[in-house]
């Protein structure tokens, strides 16, 4: 990573770890991040086990089990902020009820910029779990899964200790941390098993170019809306019966 990547990816992880920690403190926003978070942890389980599978298929037994692991603790990271969102008396929005007429606007809405900039030069259908690349997987994981590690620590360190809502919370982040730690770890490992150390420095660096250059993508995109994020949220039902979570 040459210097002046590395000052923006200071520059830019120091913005996102600031709007983030503001937008879960306030209790007015954290819905919002969180049924943003249920979203993508429980989001990334399908694509993980079949990655697993594919993995059995290519006879590659450590690294299935890696990914099966894997998605048992991005299945329960899910659970954890489904719960924190339920004690707050809301849930993630039902998409799949939402009128047709808001499908194509939401197709073209759930293309981030961040997404879209980080895996740049890549179709959907390479990135699917059938045709990604391994290298590609590997490297890319593993950046968002180290940097989810320390911003979810971030985040866990400014929610009030003497609120007991906010306090599961923050104890549920810190064990979600430590998880994607592991995750950052084992992913490392599954590059060295598989080339040298140079060439793991090298990919590793290019990914870490690839997410400063989406993190910038996605600071201008939320200055262009002016802070106004797309609502995730409807309000849970009133009894605690029949309150199962609707991921979309
Ligand atoms: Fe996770
Ligand atoms: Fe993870």
């Known amino acids: 990573m040459n210097f002046l990547t590395y000052l923006m990816h200071l520059a830019g992880s120091g913005a996102i770890a600031y709007y983030s920690a503001s937008q879960i403190?306030?209790?007015?926003?954290?819905?919002?991040?969180?049924a943003g978070f249920q979203l993508a942890e429980s989001?990334?389980?399908?694509?993980?086990?079949?990655?697993?599978?594919r993995a059995v298929a290519e006879g590659d037994t450590w690294?299935?089990?890696?990914?099966?692991?894997?998605?048992?603790d991005e299945t329960r990271h899910g659970q954890i902020f489904a719960h924190a969102l339920k004690q707050l008396n809301k849930q993630v929005i039902d998409f799949k009820s939402?009128?047709?007429?808001?499908?194509?606007?939401?197709?073209?809405?759930?293309?981030?910029?961040?997404?879209?900039?980080?895996f740049?030069?890549?179709?959907?259908?390479?990135?699917?779990?059938?045709?990604?690349?391994?290298?590609?997987?590997?490297?890319?994981?593993?950046?968002?899964?180290?940097?989810?590690?320390?911003?979810?620590?971030?985040?866990a360190n400014v929610l009030p200790d003497h609120e007991p809502t906010s306090r599961n919370l923050k104890l549920g982040m810190l064990s979600i941390a430590q998880d994607e730690t592991g995750h950052a770890a084992y992913l490392?490992?599954?590059?060295?098993?598989?080339?040298?150390?140079?060439?793991?420095q090298q990919l590793v660096d290019e990914w870490r170019t690839r997410k400063v250059n989406a993190m910038l993508a996605m600071i201008?995109?939320?200055l262009q809306r002016n802070g106004q994020t797309r609502s995730l949220v409807q309000d849970g039902?009133?009894?605690?019966?029949?309150s199962e979570l609707m991921v979309a």
């Open 25 to 34: 403190r306030d209790l007015k926003t954290r819905p919002n991040v969180l």
């Open 43 to 53: 989001g990334s389980v399908p694509f993980l086990s079949a990655l697993s599978d």
């Open 63 to 72: 690294l299935a089990e890696k990914l099966a692991k894997h998605a048992l």
């Open 98 to 118: 939402q009128p047709e007429t808001t499908s194509t606007s939401k197709s073209k809405q759930q293309r981030s910029p961040f997404f879209v900039a980080y």
């Open 120 to 155: 740049e030069g890549y179709s959907a259908e390479q990135l699917k779990p059938a045709a990604i690349d391994w290298d590609v997987f590997m490297a890319s994981t593993y950046i968002l899964e180290l940097d989810a590690s320390k911003d979810f620590t971030r985040m």
């Open 188 to 200: 490392y490992e599954a590059m060295m098993r598989r080339m040298s150390a140079s060439q793991v």
């Open 220 to 222: 201008s995109g939320i």
């Open 237 to 242: 039902p009133p009894s605690e019966n029949n």
